[in-house]
């Protein structure tokens, strides 16, 4: 019993995890209808951006947070400015699934020059901390990082929901022609909505410092799961993120326990592979 | 630039061979000079091959630190039978097909009178081919694949093994398991296993199934996962539920640090947890987890605590400004059995050295040499022996490891009690 009560923690903390992963790729591809290929680099990079300024900087993890998101956002609105947006007009998918893949060998091979192959981390005094609930222990580093995408699933879904500038990116998601035709500035929208989710990978990234070694090759693991997190949360939407990614979390950790963890990962891919083809099949059954 | 490579490669092999049978006539001729008059100004030459360019040129550099510093000693004292040593230096880069052009270029070129190498298996195999063709006695230091010394190489005659074999890694894992209860007071009867889905997992749960019965463990589970998991708290509750009197693991580093950690946030002390080096040795462990890392043990080749290693260590460190490492540990050794063997045999003559070889024996010291530094205390090539149910060639069976305990924050040698100055700590702290 207790280990079940443990299992399901830490597949709600898991999951919640590959939520916040899943919610920045679900913004880019529910308003620019690509799938960004190099979100695990991106995680990557806020590693070594957080890495970075602790090391340099001696600025602690939680409070460069906003900082790494910052840089990130400006870093993501760079690259669809200056990559995205022309290969868009090409309106070629194959074009932009290999700017996205090669822009992930990129940033990993770059880490490996400039940082070298080893293994970093950074220690602080809190991030071995566990809190015992009863007969559950949590780990404080990811209580936190749940805590953080709590506050951004709320902040992002009234973002969307209530301000003009949300008002302006769910038109350009569900209609780009019509969006330009009202006098929005499409442009601006893409450029708004990479850089806020390649801040979201930023923000994951950091969190992710404080239980995870960084490594340039750290977020390929990551970034999978997030496109799981994607498509079985429903493109675009905040809220299926959100709870795609806890059930990710959770079929992960019960599988492991009721069957086997060296299945889980395999348990994982064929539930994923069952849902897109049941998935389609109710679409071709709808038309 | 490849394409050009590969045009050049059956070039340079046609060349290699045409240098064979020059050098090969040449090679008796010197052999005839050999009982006249000038032979005692020439010098010994020992052959290496090692990677010094690629990925693995740092393992390479370690281990001809070793090699260097055991020809100066020897050198100092005037050589071996008044004729000094030479290291001729070979570049395998990490590939096989190099390897192979490297030994020949070496023994009918440079005309090396001996060969020591190499630090990957399959590499070793190709060169000990080579050695064998043209009967230069050949040992290695490092490569510990099993397969090397059996059945399918009974016939390499001019091959030995310095090291400990990978199945005897293992087994000295299990009776470091059996001989702990002396100290702790606690008899270990239950093991898990903990590694990588790979073939170094696969490896380490047969070997410790070989063994697991003659030593009275009893194994109560196989825990894996794919290599760079990206979390493994599942595994670590599969592994408290079993509940182990200890945990035998094979990981590389970030798994490695991975599993520590979420130990330490499942709150989960197993009490015993012995590693076959690998990740767990990797210097970035102990940095990445600092005080988390404390009570995990690993198997080590030598370590710098060592009580028969403490001494050469500390001069080693002089000057190359490292510690010593297994691999240097274990060439440094190579270099003085040829020594031991030369001047048995009393010529540089292949099938002669061949011979002093298989019946040298080195109990504790080296002859004008220091105590073996190494964890045992006799080196003895047996020419056939049993290993778990197959025959295996002229290894050295009194070869063993080590197991080391991280202490405070470093290594510290707990195992074989006779060469150790540290006590187990006893549950691993973690913390």
Not at chain 1, 122 to 131: A, E, L, N, P
Not at chain 2, 151 to 178: G, Q, T, W
Not at chain 2, 299 to 304: G, I, K
Not at chain 2, 375 to 401: C, M, Q, W
């Amino acid at each position: 019993m207790d280990v079940l009560l443990q299992a399901i923690v830490n597949g709600i903390l898991l999951g919640g995890f590959y939520a916040l992963m899943g919610m920045g790729q679900n913004i880019i591809f529910g308003v620019m209808k690509i799938v960004n290929f190099c979100h695990g680099e991106m995680l990557m990079v806020g590693m070594y951006l957080t890495y970075m300024l602790y090391t340099y900087a001696g600025i602690d993890p939680y409070l460069a947070l906003p900082l790494v998101a910052l840089i990130m956002f400006f870093l993501g609105a760079v690259i669809q400015h200056t990559l995205i947006t022309p290969s868009l007009k090409t309106k070629s998918f194959t074009n932009l699934l290999f700017l996205t893949v090669g822009l992930g060998l990129l940033l990993s091979n770059g880490a490996l020059v400039l940082f070298g192959s080893d293994y970093k981390s950074i220690r602080t005094s809190y991030s071995q901390t566990t809190i015992p609930i009863g007969p559950v222990s949590v780990a404080l580093p990811r209580l936190i990082s749940f805590c953080v995408l709590i506050v951004v699933t709320i902040a992002l879904f009234t973002f969307l929901k209530y301000s003009t500038v949300g008002k302006q990116i769910r038109a350009v998601s569900q209609n780009p022609v019509g969006a330009e035709v009202c006098g929005i500035n499409v442009k601006r929208i893409y450029l708004l909505t990479y850089g806020l989710g390649i801040a979201l990978a930023g923000i994951a990234g950091c969190l992710l410092t404080q239980f995870y070694s960084i490594f340039p090759t750290a977020g390929a693991g990551f970034g999978f799961r997030a496109l799981i997190v994607v498509v079985v949360g429903g493109l675009g939407s905040i809220p299926g993120a959100f709870f795609a990614g806890i059930l990710l979390g959770l079929l992960e950790q019960m599988s492991a326990l009721f069957i086997s963890p060296s299945y889980s990962d395999m348990i994982v891919f064929i539930t994923f592979i069952v849902i897109l083809v049941v998935r389609q099949l109710i679409i071709m059954r709808r038309k | 630039m490849k394409k050009f490579l590969k045009g050049l490669l059956p070039l340079a092999l046609a060349a290699t061979m045409f240098a064979g049978c020059a050098g090969g006539s040449q090679g008796t001729a010197e052999g005839g000079e050999t009982t006249g008059t000038e032979t005692s100004g020439e010098t010994i030459k020992i052959g290496t091959i090692y990677a010094m360019s690629g990925d693995k040129a740092a393992i390479g550099e370690n281990i001809l630190r070793g090699i260097d510093f055991a020809v100066e000693e020897i050198n100092k004292q005037g050589g071996i039978n008044g004729r000094m040593l030479e290291v001729v230096r070979g570049d395998h880069a990490g590939d096989a097909a190099t390897g192979r052009s490297e030994a020949e270029r070496l023994i009918t070129q440079e005309h090396v009178d001996v060969m020591m190498g190499c630090h990957m298996s399959t590499v070793t195999e190709v060169v000990a081919q080579v050695c064998q063709q043209y009967g230069v006695p050949m040992i290695t230091a490092i490569s510990t694949l099993d397969k090397l010394s059996d059945e399918e190489h009974a016939a390499y005659d001019y091959f030995f093994r310095l090291c400990p074999l990978n199945s005897i890694y293992v087994e000295d894992m299990l009776k470091y398991l059996k001989d702990s209860s002396q100290q702790t007071g606690e008899e270990i009867k239950t093991v898990a296993i903990f590694t990588d889905k790979a073939a170094i997992g696969q490896e380490l749960i047969r070997c410790v199934n070989l063994f697991a019965d003659q030593y009275g463990l009893e194994v109560v589970g196989e825990v894996d996962y794919s290599g760079g998991a990206a979390d493994l708290s599942a595994q670590v509750l599969a592994l408290k539920q079993l509940n182990p009197d200890a945990i035998l693991c094979d990981s590389y580093v970030n798994d490695a640090v991975l599993f520590v950690n979420t130990l330490k946030e499942q709150n989960y002390k197993p009490k015993m947890i012995v590693a076959k080096a690998n990740g767990f040795t990797d210097p970035s462990f102990i940095t990445q987890l600092g005080s988390a890392a404390n009570g995990v043990a690993s198997v080590v080749e030598f370590n710098s605590d060592l009580t028969n290693g403490a001494e050469i260590n500390k001069e080693f460190k002089e000057v190359y400004g490292v510690d010593m490492n297994g691999h240097s540990a274990e060439s440094y050794t190579v270099v003085w059995l040829f020594k031991a063997a030369i001047e048995k045999a009393g010529s540089t003559d292949g099938e002669a050295v061949k011979k002093a070889l298989a019946e040298l024996v080195i109990d504790g010291a080296f002859d004008g040499g220091r105590n073996i530094i190494l964890p045992y205390s006799k080196i003895d090539f047996v020419d056939e022996y049993d290993l778990a149910g197959s025959k295996h060639y002229r290894d050295n069976t009194s070869a063993s490891v080590a197991i080391a305990q991280i202490q405070d924050g470093a290594w510290k040698t707990v195992w074989p009690f006779e060469f150790s100055s540290s006590q187990i700590a006893f549950p691993a702290p973690l913390e």
